[in-house]
């Protein structure tokens, strides 16, 4: 059955005790496109502010080499005093999105007087933040295989949510402004990839990802997205037990002890939490930060350090993964001159001069970066049961 988003009703009458609580009776606005995002939510909160610029490159140094040690025989030493180039550079090209909204003269005159119960002004805001959320939130999610890259329908892309949102992002080319995604950075080196200008082929830039299965990828080498998953249970799945989780989480923590969050889809989660009623092998008990972020899905590994949590996107576009990263490996960047979340970027509403027409914007300029791709992984084809 079809969504019905502007039903009608009958008429019906309105006495005094009622219209003098008509704010009681009828609530102004729902948001039936609210969703929890809280992938998004540990990212902002970690999220790095840089200057760009006139390269307009993100970057970080990293150490990729190291001196060899000799022993010493007899009594007179001499140094070979080796010479080598121990360091190497990462770079990330950031990307622009905005989001605006327009209104008038008449919108502004009828909407303010004493017959309307709606600022229209600032739902038009509010609309503005809504759009800008779930298109960020999903971006986030995607890997890149769009059938159509330059204009991204999200109805059509989340076609499987309860209720698609009626957003898009617009004016693309290509790949070529659109930030990095989670799967993006957390692709596995099979065919060879580049990202931050680093290669795929490079033993210290590979991230730890799992195919239980054999999941589909992008096999073409001059593909931006190449690598990347496609599909991840076309090739089957198996079931999620805690031994798999932990032969994945082994090579990821050795000798690292990183903060790890694990995003699940739903399914994987409750097959988790049979785990807590069944073993008790992972803590009940709720993680800190994420009661901070109103994220109250979650359950932690103590043994492994390794926080999992729901996020419905994953139902969505990822029902048989799970991707695990360190907010400190993995985060969002902004350049601190267009960051509206600090006050800057954000276009107040001004007139359009010759017209009776006002606009307002907001502005950004960021990348999804990972300076170490070590403390990222994966987990590919897996199913509840």
Known sequence: MALTTRPSRAAYEFFTKYAAAIEQVSDQLIDVHKQASPTMKILLKHKQNKVIGTDEQFGWNFLHDMYKVRAVNGKNVEFSADDLDPVSRQTWYPRSWYVSAGTNDFEMSRYKSSFSRIDLIDEKVQAMHAGLTWVQNY????????????????????????????????????????????????????????????????????????????????????????????????????????????????????????????????????????YVEGYGQIDLLKDSELLDLSINASLTL?????????????????????????PECMFQVFNEDFDPMIGSGIYPWERIPGTNQSATAEFFEGQLVCPDRRGVGAQHGLAES
């Open 139 to 274: 971006l986030y999610f995607s890997n890149w295989s769009e059938s159509d890259v330059t204009d991204i329908d999200l109805a059509t892309e989340l076609s499987s949510a309860p209720v698609p949102p009626p957003t898009a992002f617009l004016n693309l080319t290509s790949h070529g402004g659109r930030q990095y995604s989670i799967p993006m950075i957390i692709r596995a080196n099979i065919t060879g990839h580049t990202i931050g200008g680093v290669s795929s082929a490079n033993a210290l830039w590979q991230p730890t990802v799992t195919d239980e299965t054999t999941p589909t990828r992008n096999a073409t080498a001059a593909d931006e997205q190449c690598d990347v998953v496609t599909d991840d249970d076309g090739g089957g799945t198996v079931p999620i037990t805690l031994k798999k989780i932990k032969d994945h989480l082994r090579p990821m923590q050795r000798g690292y002890q990183r903060r790890l969050y694990a995003i699940c889809p739903g399914t994987l989660f409750a097959a988790l939490e049979e």
């Open 302 to 326: 103590k043994s492994y350090n390794t926080v999992f949590y729901v996020d419905p996107m994953m139902d969505d576009l990822w029902p048989a993964s799970i991707f695990y990263f360190d």
